[in-house]
Structure formats: structure tokens, C-alpha cells
């Protein structure tokens, strides 16, 4: 029996996520510039009809091949705490100590990196960085935020969000300027102690101590 016009094969998602996946290699050119749909086309092994009829445009492939690589890396610290006796402050900065390691050992600098080069100013792409790369760090902290002032060690009543971006950003934003930027060969200095001194400050900012 033909299958009805317009309908989907019964493998199209796993199709549709294997295509972003492989396409998802080949989202920056060698020279630094956007990949075209060809580029992608290429990379997947597929026409560019092909990929056209799975994601209409190339801006669909990326922001599938941002979400698709997002689920391969680790992307996130753990946001439960091992055990209850641990101190905000040290468990703040066995957090971002955590981010660190991710970062540079495990690919999640790059997606940052790629996602900021790809999504800037692009609408579709901007949301699926935000949600795919952005968010899940975020949420993480967030939720190592909560677990510390459900215990009464962070100021009652603070905006939890706000404090997870206070948290997170000055450090991706030295990371960036030490590994992507490549700052460690003109302005070098330690992340590491970098992520300790800030959540001293953080935590004499929120604590209740």
C-alpha cells in the first residue's frame, strides 16, 4: 500500500538525527567561516535535496547538528551534591571546578565557541544555542543554587536565575579569553584560581554567614 502524501517515512527521526549528526562536523569551515548547505551536504553523505526535505534550510541542519552534539558531550557539571556535609563555598567551587574540566577535556568550550561563532545575530540559530548549550549550564547551577538556599546558606528570597548567571559568567568568559581566544599566550592567568576568588566574593555576597 503507497504511503499517503505527505506523510514520513516510519525511521524519519532517526534519520533526521543521524544527517545532524554527521552534518555536524562540518558546521565551520577550515578557514573559519560558516559551512553552505553543500558543505553540509557533503559532510553527510546526502544530496542537498536530501537534506532540504529533512531540515528545509541550513539553518535547520545547524541548529539540529547544535542540539544533536549537545547530547554526545557532557555538557554540564552535576548539579546533586555527594554528600550534605560539603560547604557552599566548596561546593560552588567543586562546581565551577567541574565546568572547567568539561570545558577543556571533554569539548564543551568548543561548543560554546561554535555556537557563539554560528548563532550571533541569527535568530534560529541564537535559540538553539541558547537551549542547547546555554541553558543546560545554566539550569545546573541553578539547581546547585537551590539545593544551598533550601538549606538556608544563600539569602532567602534571591533570584536563583540571576544568581546562576552572576555565578557562571565571569568564568566562561575567562575561559574563553584563556583557551579560544588563545589569551593564555598574551594575557595568561589561572581559571582555576580565578573560579576559587570568585566564589569567595559570591558567597560573601549571598551566604548567610
Not at 86 to 103: C, E, K
Not at 124 to 145: C, K, M, N, S, T
Request: glycine fraction near 6%; charge should be negative; aromatic fraction near 6%.
Amino acid at each position: 500500500m503507497a504511503r499517503p502524501r505527505g506523510s514520513r517515512n516510519r525511521d524519519y527521526a532517526q534519520r533526521r538525527a543521524d544527517l545532524a549528526l554527521r552534518a555536524s562536523e562540518a558546521m565551520i569551515r577550515q578557514d573559519g567561516s560558516p559551512s553552505t548547505l553543500s558543505d553540509l551536504a557533503h559532510a553527510a553523505g546526502v544530496s542537498v535535496p536530501t537534506l532540504r526535505h529533512y531540515f528545509d534550510d541550513r539553518d535547520g541542519v545547524i541548529a539540529a547538528a547544535l542540539a544533536k552534539r549537545a547530547e554526545y558531550h557532557l555538557m554540564t557539571p552535576k548539579a546533586d551534591l555527594d554528600t550534605e556535609d560539603v560547604s557552599v563555598s566548596d561546593s560552588l567551587t567543586a562546581f565551577l571546578h567541574g565546568f572547567i574540566n568539561l570545558w577543556r577535556e571533554l569539548g564543551v568550550g568548543q561548543e560554546f565557541s561554535v555556537a557563539l561563532q554560528l548563532a550571533m545575530r541569527n535568530p534560529i540559530l541564537g535559540e538553539a544555542a541558547v537551549d542547547h548549550v546555554f541553558e543546560p549550564v545554566l539550569d545546573a547551577a541553578q539547581r546547585r543554587l537551590t539545593l544551598h538556599h533550601d538549606r538556608g546558606e544563600l539569602c532567602k528570597g534571591m533570584n536563583l536565575r540571576i544568581a546562576a548567571f552572576s555565578l557562571l559568567s565571569p568564568l566562561i568568559v575567562g575561559l574563553l579569553h584563556q583557551d579560544q581566544l588563545s589569551g593564555d599566550r598574551c594575557r595568561p592567568f589561572d581559571v582555576w584560581t580565578m573560579a576559587q576568588e570568585h566564589v569567595d566574593r559570591f558567597v560573601r555576597g549571598y551566604g548567610t554567614e
